[in-house]
């Protein structure tokens, strides 16, 4: 049957616009639906279900079969959340709590209107003035001077800035890696694949080609889990290798490497291999292939693939590994400089901040005399005291999601991205890769991105010692730091500045 949109269009008399919920229409008009009652109240309610798929981590027969009955029972999942609207009388409130055995905890006061993601079914009925100026996905002149990517690698590092820079590059990495006559392997982790994957068609190609294609599939990425499992289907009956869950971890790691016989190519992200969100969400990749990295990186599918122990990582840091000993490592150095009376500076950029060892440390730094900046669009359980630290949040067009780690190391600056955020789940349950940037161009990049994204003075707040977000206050010059980055990697993708 046809589904009413939620949001009904009235276009006014003097040229003006109107939106009208369907719940208003309803409301005004619900004695025709219950004719001969006395209507005393019509509320809106919104129950949530657990959607989680409990599955065990000390699991035994077959995981994707579990997964996929789970899948199933997903609609029958236990009641988590009542939200309702808080004006309802109390004795309709209790009635609902009787009918789906909800327990206080359940129970959710809210507003007059619910599940507000429906708002982007709002479409504009005006002019373009409304709107975000369109900002077209830039090329990569050094990267386009070649003809092979691989080729294009094997001279330097290339870093990408996405949703500023075209995904295509990435796209043409594993397209041509499937073809190559020369490559002979290929290692891919996936957290949540497209629904039309280019990536694992080019894998599919590849092991059509005869290379020897190896893919970890994440089947317990949460509201995914059905697509993976799809994509993994088509893989294995390519002759892919599937490698799946491990018992108690999940793979977030957002890596690739291609092997030929005397070079290996990396591909290191802050975001999920996936054409769609490459386009909203604000990631870096880096094409790479610096020897030890690769090499490190081989250990890292050799530890998802033969359960193989790596061997001490000195270029990467690896959740499972030497995640929490080497950023403690890190606070502490920028500590040691902050005593001895140096310039001392940390910036930590992340989803989110929970895991509470590493909010210590960076309060440890922070009483020491380090500069401590947090950029945190979500989660955020560091208070900010009067030692000094900043945290910031940035909500923009675009989501941010990379992961950036600033130190300052004594004007010797380092710079790691990665896919973890600081929380227990991240850093204790997960395998992340985090990542250095070596070519000093590329670090300056990334740390000219967060200066723009701490100089933001139209989007940004700031989070006060009471946990409240301020709106960072207007300020001449005005600052968007998603436009400016979009303008400054113009810049960087000149022709004359890659000359």
């Excluded at 003035?129 to 003809?147: G, I, M, N, T, V």
């Excluded at 994440?218 to 059905?226: L, M």
């Excluded at 130190?407 to 710079?415: K, M, Q, T």
């Amino acid at each position: 049957s046809d589904v009413l949109p939620r949001f009904q269009f009235v276009p006014g008399e003097d040229g003006s616009h109107h939106f009208v919920y369907l719940d208003d229409i309803v409301r005004d008009n619900v004695g025709l639906v219950f004719q001969g009652f006395n209507v005393l109240e019509c509320k809106s309610v919104k129950l949530n279900k657990d959607a989680d798929l409990h599955i065990d981590d000390e699991y035994s027969g077959d995981l994707v079969e579990k997964i996929q009955k789970q899948i199933q029972k997903r609609n029958l999942g236990t009641p988590s959340r009542f939200l309702y609207d808080k004006s309802m009388s109390m004795e309709m409130v209790n009635y609902f709590t009787m009918a789906f055995n909800l327990k206080e905890s359940d129970l959710v006061a809210g507003g007059r209107y619910h599940n507000l993601s429906d708002y982007f079914q709002v479409f504009n009925p005006s002019t373009n003035d409304l709107e975000y100026e369109k900002l077209s996905p830039l090329r990569s002149s050094s990267l386009d001077a070649y003809q092979s990517i691989l080729e294009a690698i094997s001279d330097r590092d290339h870093l990408l800035h996405f949703p500023y820079q075209t995904y295509d590059y990435v796209l043409q990495f594993f397209s041509e890696a499937a073809i190559d006559p020369d490559v002979e392997e290929i290692y891919v982790t996936f957290y949540r694949m497209a629904k039309d994957s280019v990536i694992g068609e080019a894998l599919i190609s590849a092991a059509n080609n005869g290379k020897k294609v190896i893919v970890f599939m994440e089947v317990k990425a949460r509201f995914d889990e059905e697509n993976n499992l799809l994509w993994s289907t088509r893989m294995k009956n390519a002759g892919i290798k599937i490698i799946y869950s491990i018992p108690g971890l999940k793979v977030h790691a957002k890596v690739a490497l291609v092997r030929k016989k005397d070079k290996s190519f990396g591909f290191f992200g802050t975001g999920n291999l996936n054409e769609k969100t490459a386009k909203i969400y604000c990631d870096y990749g880096l094409l790479t292939c610096d020897e030890g990295m690769t090499s490190e990186l081989l250990q890292v599918f050799k530890f998802l693939h033969k359960k193989k122990t790596p061997e001490n990582f000195s270029d990467l840091i690896v959740s499972q590994f030497n995640a929490i000993p080497t950023f403690t490592s890190l606070i502490e150095r920028e500590i040691a400089a902050a005593k001895k009376g140096q310039p001392a500076r940390i910036v930590i950029k992340v989803n989110n901040l929970e895991e509470q060892d590493m909010i210590a440390n960076l309060y440890q730094a922070a009483e020491a005399g380090v500069t401590v900046t947090v950029l945190a669009r979500s989660i955020c359980c560091l208070v900010p005291q009067t030692l000094g630290i900043k945290v910031v949040r940035l909500v923009d067009r675009y989501l941010e999601h990379a992961r950036v780690f600033y130190f300052h190391n004594e004007g010797r600056e380092e710079v790691y991205l990665g896919s973890s955020d600081w929380m227990k789940r991240n850093l204790h349950h997960r395998v992340e890769v985090s990542f250095p940037i070596k070519e000093q161009t590329l670090k300056d990049q990334i740390i000219t991105i967060i200066n723009l994204q701490l100089a933001d003075n139209m989007n940004a707040v700031t989070l006060d010692e009471q946990m409240q977000n301020n709106p960072v206050p207007p300020a001449e010059p005005a600052v968007n730091a998603q436009l400016s980055t979009y303008h400054q990697v113009a810049t960087w993708n000149s022709p004359e500045e890659n000359q």
